[in-house]
């Protein structure tokens, strides 16, 4: 397909652009109204000031348009995802630690310098919305988003709507305590399920086991002095690992029961799962498990319950400038 062609046919005002800003890096690109993605870009975050990460930002989107071949006059909106608390109304960045960032107005600034309409949301929200209007949660009403990486957090649509709740916290089930007394988590809790099945807890069960004997080929990983990741669990467990099979079980077990509680709390069409643990083919056979069987015990999540109810996103590296996309694409769903 020649797509530069493809884009070109557009009309005037048909595209938009979405930023996905993080703290390591920041990608842009060009979207249609079917969610393809052309003109991709990706530059390194500078975090030394906010006015140097926005240039970036506006470069990035400027290079994005170049790239994908079209003229500003196609493109209706830039759509920014970024991490933290946002001021949706405002365009405000009211704090993201990762950038470094306290009462930014980023909406302000952008519009001022790329002469377009600006919209800006925390990136799990886009993630969401993106899954919503471009992922394999089109066409529900209904929808949860789970993310499960260095953090886990869930988004929820209803109606087609985001759902925030009275403080904007709808959907923290990362830090609802899931054992009494576990391992402490960064919110100051101890036992939430952030720190029990995101990738820094897999890391850290698998180290504490292995410092008190446990037998495990990871023990190598820390004899070569690197640092024990959640990769290096996953890895092992794919490869039968006892230890790391038995860790990514329990996580899976975890994941399920929030899935679970979630499904039993909105009654969605689906439960789309992100962020990286969701690539990890062993831990979401273990979710996909699980979640089946509680369908076989508890009668009434069985009525929710279908084969397809918990799927995996399909947008994979595009998640995060589809999601910013999607918040000008589609403005009525925030
Ligand atoms: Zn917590």
Redesign the pocket.
């Known amino acids: 397909m020649d797509i530069q062609t493809s884009v070109v046919a557009h009309d005037p005002g048909s595209l938009v652009i979405g930023v996905d800003v993080g703290g390591t890096k920041i990608a842009a690109g060009v979207v249609d109204a079917l969610g393809q993605v052309y003109g991709r870009v990706q530059f390194s975050t500078d975090t030394s000031r906010p006015e140097a990460t926005l240039r970036t930002v506006a470069h990035a989107v400027r290079s994005a348009i170049q790239a994908a071949g079209v003229s500003p006059a196609h493109i209706r909106g830039v759509g920014l995802g970024i991490p933290g608390k946002v001021d949706v109304e405002n365009g405000v960045s009211v704090f993201a630690v990762n950038l470094g960032w306290r009462d930014v107005p980023i909406k302000r600034q952008l519009e001022a310098d790329l002469a377009v309409p600006c919209r800006v949301e925390n990136d799990v929200n886009a993630a969401a919305l993106g899954e919503y209007l471009y992922g394999v949660g089109r066409g529900t009403a209904n929808l949860v988003y789970l993310i499960l990486g260095t953090g886990i957090a869930a988004r929820v649509m209803i109606s087609g709507q985001l759902y925030r709740g009275t403080n904007g916290l709808a959907g923290e089930i990362?830090?609802a305590i899931f054992v009494a007394d576990g391992p402490p988590?960064?919110?100051g809790?101890q036992g939430?399920l952030?720190?029990l099945a995101a990738g820094p807890a897999l890391a850290r069960s698998a180290r504490d086991a292995v410092a008190s004997g446990s037998p495990s080929s990871l023990q190598e990983v820390l004899n070569r002095g690197s640092e024990l990741t959640a990769e290096h669990v996953c890895q092992a467990a794919s490869q039968g690992d006892g230890l790391a099979m038995r860790i990514i079980t329990e996580a899976g077990e975890h994941i399920a029961h929030a899935i679970y509680l979630l499904s039993l709390s909105f009654d969605p069409q689906v439960v789309v799962l992100g962020g990286g643990l969701a690539q990890v083919e062993i831990l979401m056979d273990a979710v996909q498990a699980r979640v089946a069987r509680k369908a076989e015990q508890s009668p009434i999540f069985r009525d929710i319950y279908h084969a397809q109810l918990v799927r995996l996103t399909g947008l994979k590296q595009d998640a995060g400038i589809l999601g910013a996309a999607a918040l000008v694409a589609s403005p009525e769903t925030i």
Do not use: F, L, N, S
């Open positions: 990362g830090h988590c960064r919110c809790a939430c952030e720190a």
